[in-house]
């Protein structure tokens, strides 16, 4: 069993490359208690299905006999060419490197139109998105320089950690670079003619699904998931699903010709996902100023849980934190903070990165 923790404090740090950051920085560290605990603290994931190739999805097939000629010539006529937009990269493709400008180039994962691909160019709003089809997709594809920064999901506010990044951040040897939060607005879509109430069944991610529930229930539509909502958004318009919508972003609806019924779906209007922004190369803050520490480890009242399957005796399990406070590693207090709890605590200790907060959210 593994627990984060996150903790905070403050400072002063100029800005490098995001132009609508804060001047705070932010550290995040890593702390274990034991090595070896982070191995196993891994998400689930899910396998992608991608378009019509090897989708168990039961959508495509029931199609042409539910849909009128008219309907589908429409459909025919506004359905953008989806062979024109990036495909995601996968670890087969690593070996080609592409050709480029002078873009930054950013990696995340998710189909062109997703959330991810939002806070991507919400972060560098010029760059050129790097599509991938897993998170370590996009940490790879900065490791191997084919993209410059990867753009990925560390929480949410409504449904908490993604443990998946978290895990990979420490698999992995790139740095914390930025933060970016992002406004989630989700929006109901459907193929071009189609009104909300011919809607059978909507698509989506688990978490767009899940924080849409009560217009979904409303609606009386089955829920479908999928790996990430603009590819959702892509395999209705490429198996012309006349009786799903897709929940996904505004710009999904423009890049695979489908139309908005209904906007701001979710159940909670403040609804933020936080990125984190990674980089091969840490930032080097230089300030001198901070503000407080919250809460660090205690020494003489370490965390313990009860081991139901040792009669409900009081055992210790090591741990594995997740620190993220505000402050600059090139501040002596911060430096002292970390160097105390690697001497006296932890065994094991790792900066994930040194960022500017994100004051735009
Ligand atoms: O599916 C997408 O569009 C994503 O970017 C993924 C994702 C997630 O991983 O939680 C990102 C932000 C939103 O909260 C919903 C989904």
Not at 3 to 20: D, E, R, S, T
Not at 25 to 31: D, E, I, N, R
Not at 184 to 196: D, S, T
């Amino acid at each position: 069993m593994a627990v984060k923790n996150l903790i905070n404090l403050g400072c002063l740090f100029p800005q490098v490359g995001c132009a609508q950051f804060s001047e705070k920085p932010s550290v995040y560290a890593c702390l274990g208690l034991k090595c070896s605990e982070f191995i196993g603290f891994s998400g689930n994931h899910a396998i992608r299905c991608l378009g019509d190739q090897n989708c168990s999805s039961n959508s495509a097939s029931e199609l042409p006999s539910v849909v009128d000629n008219r309907e589908s010539s429409l459909a025919n006529k506004l359905q953008k060419d989806l062979t024109s937009l990036p495909r995601p990269l996968s670890v087969s493709d690593f070996s080609t490197f592409p050709s480029h400008g002078s873009k930054v180039r950013v990696s995340f994962k998710g189909e062109p139109g997703s959330y991810s691909e939002d806070a991507a160019l919400k972060a560098y709003p010029q760059c050129e998105t790097v599509p991938c089809n897993e998170f370590e997709d996009a940490f790879k594809a900065v490791e191997l320089w084919i993209a410059d920064r990867a753009v990925l999901p560390i929480e949410n506010s409504l449904s908490g950690s993604i443990h998946r990044n978290y895990d990979l951040l420490l698999r992995h040897r790139l740095h914390i670079v930025g933060e970016v939060q992002l406004p989630v607005n989700f929006c109901l879509l459907a193929l071009p003619g189609i009104p909300l109430e011919r809607l059978k069944r909507v698509l989506s991610h688990p978490q767009a699904l899940a924080q849409s529930d009560n217009f979904l229930s409303k609606l009386g539509v089955v829920r479908e998931n999928f790996e990430d909502t603009a590819g959702a958004a892509q395999l209705v318009v490429s198996k012309r699903m006349f009786d799903a919508g897709v929940i996904a972003t505004a710009r999904a609806a423009e890049i695979y010709g489908l139309n908005i019924v209904a906007k701001a779906i979710q159940d909670e209007p403040d609804n933020f996902t936080r990125f984190i922004i990674l980089a091969r190369d840490p930032i080097i803050p230089r300030t001198d100023k901070a503000f407080k520490i919250e809460s660090r480890p205690q020494r003489k009242q370490p965390l313990r849980v009860v081991d139901d399957s040792n009669n409900g005796t009081a055992k210790y399990f090591d741990y594995l934190f997740y620190i993220d406070f505000e402050a600059s590693m090139a501040e002596s207090r911060a430096q002292n903070a970390l160097g105390h709890l690697q001497q006296e605590f932890a065994t094991f200790l790792r900066i994930l990165g040194s960022y500017p907060i994100d004051a735009a959210a």
